[in-house]
């Protein structure tokens, strides 16, 4: 995919922890890994580490998905089900932004200092009521086309 989109040569990508050093990093993309560790809220404190103040962390998880499909997804880290926007804020990162489904998720590193980072965990109340309102409208509109003679 880098290859396709000619930033292969600008991309980092290390295997080995003791070779990651800390504050170097614009961006690091976590992709599927969280469930598959044991202490994800360590992974969680090193990427905050990795990053340069203000770097972006952008992440997907399946902390939910534990089934025959997915073998190595670890039984114990279902507790953290819905809980990584929170794990996150709580380790240092300010939450920037939710896709639908929370895939992915956009945090931004912040001093541990900064407690405004905890006000982005509450989404905006109009952006809920709005989004309730569109859903609204768009079973109601469902409901016409099938009682529609």
Known sequence: RFERQSVYDQITILHQLDKIIFENFDIVISREVLEHVKYPQNVINRIWAYLRNGGLAIITESFGRVEPAFPTHLKSNQKFDGQTERLF???GFRLLKTFPGRRPMVFQKV?????SRFDTLAPPRQEQEYDIQKKIKKIGKRLLRMIRF
Request: neutral net charge.
């Open 89 to 91: 804020v709580e380790t």
């Open 111 to 115: 001093a541990k200092l900064d407690k």
